[in-house]
């Protein structure tokens, strides 16, 4: 049972120790993870999916309940206790998606009924339908992205969940992060976007390859997140209406 | 001299890691040297010569790169000594997905690409599964989901090898990797053997025949519906 991970602070780019020393993340927490593009984001959430023991060149170390975890919970993927949806939009393996799938769900040790659910999941997150006899790798990048999201959520059940970037590629986010962060779970979203990230409980400042600051979401900001929902509710809405062909004549933007 | 052979299909990253683990190496305290076996080109010698460790370069030209290794590995050995190496550790040019390079002694290390796809490691053969540690690389560039089959697919291949993922960019798990090679054993090449023969190469192909039509050819031959024969006298 896992209850919290630790991140053991290391160094940023030019070798200075990162002023956040120590992160604790208990179960049923969702975090955020902020910065421009290049301050090293994907490196941290990268750390923790391979719960790092100071091998990787920010040196950082993560524990689980403490402790450092086992080499075999770190590789064997049916112990794995992380899910990642990684920053790729493209799959690069030559196979369908069944057979993708099913080879997925026989390495997480999940039952093959699987399959067909993430395939539905998928499709609910996304335009084009996919198909279990499609090539993976003639999936758009909206279709991939959705096909890993569900793969995340229901084939590789773990209780760490990382997700990066998931408002690239226009794929539902919201219906996506509901999938992805299930009940009691650990949860690291990194983003660019307002909406995501003030949906969170607390986020991690990055910039320059280290942990900044730690910006706890306060009760303002949470009443602006509903706000910002509504409006990202409007944009889909719209996004939709112009997907489907349609003209626009009227922008409600009274919140 | 200990010994660590390392194979992989070209541009998989066997320098990449070789350089971080090497240099872990040479933190612990242990003096390496490296030979890259290539055919026509490389430029590996810079890169490790950049991380100062004696380096050379073998160039097979018109002979088979991994033959050529296996045939030279006494004057590999003999080079390392002069330079003071404990550890001699030879990048091959892994071709040829019938060879596998590795000694019963030596420390066999294959590295493989995971962006290569989950079907390569049923496709290289005794490089792999005959290897010690498998060092899969690239991991970054493709899905949790497809790394964790790619493993799978290894370990179908050689269940018996160590899976090391690692990063040649990042250097990650290549501390891992030096950790392994401290355990490599020595070796002495007198009664030293191959793990895995090396492919029948014995035709008029090989003595520089260049017409196609089969009538020119003798030799041990084999037909694309199966059939092996020898032709000659
Ligand atoms: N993204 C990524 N690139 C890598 C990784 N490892 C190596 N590379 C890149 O892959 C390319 C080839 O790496 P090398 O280390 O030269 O490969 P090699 O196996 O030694 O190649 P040859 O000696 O020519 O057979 C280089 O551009 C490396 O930077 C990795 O883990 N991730
Ligand atoms: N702590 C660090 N030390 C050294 N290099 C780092 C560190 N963190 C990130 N980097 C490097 O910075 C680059 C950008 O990092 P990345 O995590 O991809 O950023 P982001 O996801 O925020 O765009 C990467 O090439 C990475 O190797
Ligand atoms: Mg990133
Ligand atoms: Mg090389």
Same mark, same amino acid.
């Given at each position: 049972m896992i209850e919290e991970i630790t991140i053991i602070g290391g160094f940023d780019k030019q070798e200075n120790p990162e002023p956040?020393?120590? !992160?604790?993340?208990?179960?049923?927490?969702?975090?955020? !993870? !902020?910065?421009? +593009?290049?301050?090293?984001?994907?490196?941290?959430?990268?750390?923790?999916?391979?719960?790092?023991?100071? &091998? +990787?060149?920010?040196?950082?170390?993560?524990?689980?309940?403490?402790?450092?975890?086992?080499?075999? &919970?770190?590789?064997?993927?049916?112990?794995?206790?992380?899910?990642?949806?990684?920053?790729?939009?493209?799959?690069?393996?030559?196979? +369908?998606?069944?057979?993708?799938?099913?080879?997925?769900?026989?390495?997480?040790?999940?039952?093959?009924?699987? !399959?067909?659910a993430v395939i539905e999941l998928a499709n609910t997150l996304t335009g084009e339908p996919i198909k279990k006899e499609h090539d993976l790798t003639i999936l758009s990048g909206g279709q991939s992205r959705a096909l890993m999201v569900a793969d995340v959520a229901i084939i590789s059940n773990s209780p760490i969940v990382l997700i990066d970037e998931l408002e690239n590629a226009g794929i539902r986010k919201h219906d996506a992060l509901k999938?992805?962060?299930?009940?009691?779970?650990?949860?690291?979203?990194v983003t660019h976007d307002p909406?995501?990230?003030?949906? +969170? &409980?607390?986020?991690?400042?990055?910039?320059?390859?280290?942990?900044?600051?730690?910006?706890g979401t306060n009760d303002k900001e949470k009443?602006?997140?509903?706000?910002?929902?509504?409006? /990202?509710?409007?944009?889909?809405?719209?996004? &939709?209406?112009?997907?489907?062909?349609?003209?626009?004549?009227?922008? /409600?933007?009274?919140? | 001299m200990r010994m660590v052979i390392v194979a992989g299909t070209p541009g998989s990253g066997k320098t990449a890691v070789l350089i971080h683990a090497l240099q872990s190496i040479n933190e612990m305290g242990l003096k390496s040297a490296v030979v890259k076996i290539d055919c026509l080109y490389t430029d590996d010698d810079r890169?490790?010569?950049?991380?100062?460790?004696?380096?050379?370069?073998?160039?097979?030209?018109?002979?088979?790169?991994?033959?050529?290794?296996i045939y030279n590995l006494e004057e590999m050995i003999d080079w390392a000594g002069e330079n003071q190496a404990e550890l001699l550790v030879v990048e091959t040019a892994g071709l040829c997905h019938r060879c596998?390079?590795?000694?019963?002694?030596? =420390?066999?290390?294959?590295?493989?690409?995971?962006?290569?796809?989950?079907?390569?490691?049923?496709?290289?053969?005794?490089?792999?599964?005959?290897?010690?540690?498998?060092?899969?690389?690239?991991?970054?560039?493709?899905?949790?989901?497809e790394r964790e089959i790619f493993r799978e697919r290894i370990l179908e291949v050689n269940p018996e090898c160590k899976i090391i993922e690692a990063n040649g960019l990042s250097g990650q798990g290549c501390a891992e990797l030096a950790d392994e090679f401290m355990k490599s054993q020595e070796v002495s090449l007198d009664q030293e053997k191959l793990?895995?023969?090396?492919?029948?190469?014995?035709?008029?192909?090989?003595?520089?025949?260049?017409?196609?039509?089969?009538?020119?050819?003798?030799?041990? =031959?084999?037909?694309?519906?199966?059939?092996?024969?020898y032709e000659g006298e």
């Open positions: 956040v020393k120590k !992160v604790i993340i208990k179960k049923g927490e969702i975090f955020g !993870v !902020v910065g421009p +593009t290049g301050s090293g984001k994907s490196s941290l959430i990268g750390d923790i999916e391979q719960l790092s023991q100071e &091998d +990787t060149f920010s040196k950082r170390k993560i524990l689980v309940n403490g402790e450092e975890p086992s080499y075999e &919970d770190r590789t064997n993927p049916r112990k794995k206790m992380v899910a990642q949806l990684s920053q790729n939009m493209n799959f690069l393996a030559d196979m +369908t998606v069944g057979d993708f799938l099913s080879l997925h769900a026989k390495c997480r040790g999940a039952h093959s009924k699987c !399959v067909n999938a992805l962060a299930g009940h009691g779970k650990i949860v690291m979203v909406v995501l990230a003030l949906m +969170t &409980d607390k986020r991690i400042v990055m910039k320059n390859g280290g942990m900044q600051a730690i910006v009443d602006l997140s509903k706000k910002l929902n509504k409006i /990202d509710g409007l944009m889909l809405s719209l996004r &939709d209406k112009v997907r489907n062909g349609e003209v626009i004549d009227n922008v /409600d933007v009274k919140i | 890169k490790f010569a950049k991380i100062g460790v004696p380096t050379k370069v073998g160039l097979s030209m018109d002979m088979c790169p991994d033959h050529y290794a596998a390079p590795f000694t019963v002694n030596s =420390l066999g290390v294959c590295v493989i690409d995971a962006t290569s796809g989950p079907n390569t490691p049923l496709k290289v053969g005794p490089f792999l599964s005959t290897a010690d540690i498998a060092v899969i690389t690239k991991g970054d560039m493709i899905s949790q989901a793990r895995h023969s090396a492919p029948l190469a014995v035709c008029t192909l090989c003595v520089g025949e260049t017409r196609v039509n089969k009538k020119h050819h003798r030799g041990i =031959l084999r037909r694309i519906d199966g059939f092996q024969s």
